[in-house]
């Protein structure tokens, strides 16, 4: 499967953002999904992941905030990010994977979107 995040941009603390992951060349449906996000010079870290039958996960630095879900009619996952913060400026990924239960690794994920740049001002 190949993905493509969409969605990033420059916003200002306290805004949203909706982030698109869409899919191609499989279904989605066959795949649970995961976000990430990454800071210069740091690894990626886990911020949300959606199973198969749509059982959420979320770190816990943006639970309460960030809403992940998918339209599995159109291929795509979502990621909502409400009230945002400068310290959530990154690079957000999003990623597939059919390790079942709740991984949260980036070993645990297979394909990988490109990476869409999230900057917020303050």
């Known amino acids: 499967v190949q993905l493509q995040a969409s969605g990033g941009g420059l916003v200002q603390a306290g805004e949203s953002l909706r982030l698109s992951c869409a899919a191609s060349g499989r279904s989605i449906r066959s795949y649970a999904v995961g976000w990430f996000r990454q800071f210069p010079g740091k690894e990626r870290e886990f911020i949300a992941h959606?199973?198969?039958?749509?059982?959420?996960n979320y770190a816990d630095s943006v639970q309460g905030r960030l809403t992940i879900a998918r339209d599995n009619g159109k291929n795509t996952a979502y990621l909502q990010m409400n009230n945002l913060k400068p310290e959530d400026t990154a690079v957000y990924y999003c990623a597939t994977t059919t390790v079942v239960g709740w991984p949260t690794q980036p070993h645990h994920f297979t394909s990988w979107g490109q990476g869409t740049q999230v900057t917020v001002s303050s």
């Open positions: 959606i199973n198969r039958s749509g059982g959420t």
